[in-house]
């Protein structure tokens, strides 16, 4: 019964042209790949937003760490950690302007680890509906009341501060760089709002740090207001050319998430050869933020404009997350899978992960690429998109 349910929701969701399939691919630079069948691919789909996977120290950091062991065997409550997992926390937290900082497993979960410790029953959840899915699963595990607010609207959050009652404390809780859009939170006003209410500020900026701000440090930098968010989560994943995620706050509430926060707790701790790669690229981007910040913001501006130039509808915005609204799921896909057979990776994005009627391309730029093929991704997608509607 239970297979021939699921196989019947799989047709239903085949249907709506919504099929995902898991593919192998192999990088060979920080954006150059090839498939099983050795195809090459210019990818401008990845979030490594500064090419730092394939960077010298952060490879050469990553193979030296690794005698210690290519797993940890343990949680760190009670097998302890890689020394450099010590070394990261201590030094996110001075990235990051706060007292302290923890480092999870994903940034995924993360953001379940801190909204399931620090919200209860009576406290009221205030999240941005366009926020990242492992934001809106933690409020789901919260146990609390999750009031959504429309995307970016300040006065409609002001509204619902002002009209739903709170007998616990209040949260508002949004992505910094919203993943989809590519546009940025309202810092100053969330910072007003926070104040005025009372509330806790979390941001999550995995799509931020090494993106905005002149440090490259994420959404507070970008308006220059340190010490203003109560609670950073974050991801080793993007920028940080690793895996894992953290959160960066006061001493208190990191030593709360230690002894409280259940995905921390059970989880396995991640090896050193990780911690030691995400050290590593987090070193190199303090030591030279306007290198790779800067070129990753003329790399950005310059896809953004010839992609206008080429016709194309974008949201505008100044990250490297260029949003190219196509229409129906269906065009979509044709349009990404003609662009794969020319030699060009980009992600088609369809719903549920966008709302109805807004499937798009997401064209992600990095530091990492020149800018001659910034100037051919561009031109092979207007022409391949003229071709579909002609």
């Known amino acids: 019964m239970l297979t021939e349910r699921l196989q019947k929701e ?10 995902r ?7 060979k630079t920080a954006v150059r790949a090839e498939d099983e069948n050795g195809k090459e691919y210019l990818v401008f789909a990845s979030n490594n937003y500064l090419g730092l996977t394939h ?23 009670t097998t302890g950690a890689a020394f450099e997992t010590g070394e990261l926390e201590k030094e996110l937290a001075e990235f990051k302007h706060t007292e302290s900082a923890v480092v999870f497993n994903t940034g995924y979960m993360t953001n379940l680890g801190v909204l399931f410790a620090l919200v209860k029953p009576g406290d009221v959840v205030f999240s941005d509906e366009l926020n990242h899915a492992s934001i809106i699963d933690g409020c789901r595990i919260a146990r609390a009341q999750v009031v959504v607010y429309k995307h970016n609207d300040m006065q409609g959050l002001e509204r619902l501060l002002e ?6 404390e209040r949260f508002i809780v949004t992505d910094g760089v919203f993943s989809m859009d ?49 609670l950073q989560v974050g991801t080793l994943s993007k920028a940080l050319a690793a895996e894992g ?16 926060s259940r995905p921390f707790i059970f989880s396995t701790a991640l090896p050193a050869c990780v911690t030691a790669a995400a050290l590593a690229a987090l070193r190199l981007l ?58 060009i990776m980009v992600s088609g ?36 998109w003229r071709e579909l509607n002609a």
């Open 245 to 260: 995620g953290y959160v960066a706050a006061s001493k208190t509430i990191i030593e709360y998430l230690i002894n409280k």
């Open 286 to 343: 303090r030591q030279k933020p306007e290198q790779y910040v800067g070129r990753l913001k003329e790399n950005a501006a310059l896809m953004r404009r010839l992609l206008h130039d080429e016709g194309f509808e974008i949201i505008d915005g100044v990250t490297p997350i260029v949003p190219v609204l196509t229409g129906s799921s269906e065009k979509t896909m044709r349009f990404m899978a003609a662009l794969l057979e020319a030699g």
């Open 10 to 19: 799989l047709e239903q969701t085949y249907a709506k042209g919504l099929r």
């Open 55 to 77: 960077a010298p120290e952060v490879q050469r950091a990553a193979a030296e760490a690794v005698r210690w062991g290519t797993g940890s065997t343990g949680s760190r409550l």
């Open 163 to 168: 009209e739903i009652p709170a007998a616990g």
């Open 21 to 27: 399939t898991v593919d192998g691919l192999r990088f």
């Open 182 to 230: 590519g546009d940025i939170a309202n810092l100053p006003e969330l910072v007003r709002l926070k104040e005025k209410y009372g509330a806790c500020l979390m941001v999550d900026d995995a799509h931020g740090v090494g993106v905005i701000g002149a440090d490259g440090s994420g959404t507070a930098a970008y308006y220059n207001m340190p010490g203003t968010i109560d």
């Open 349 to 384: 994005i369809r719903p549920p992960t966008v709302p109805e009627g807004t499937s798009r391309l997401r064209v992600t730029v990095t530091a990492a690429h020149t800018e001659a093929e910034i100037k051919q991704a561009a031109k092979t997608m207007g022409k391949i």
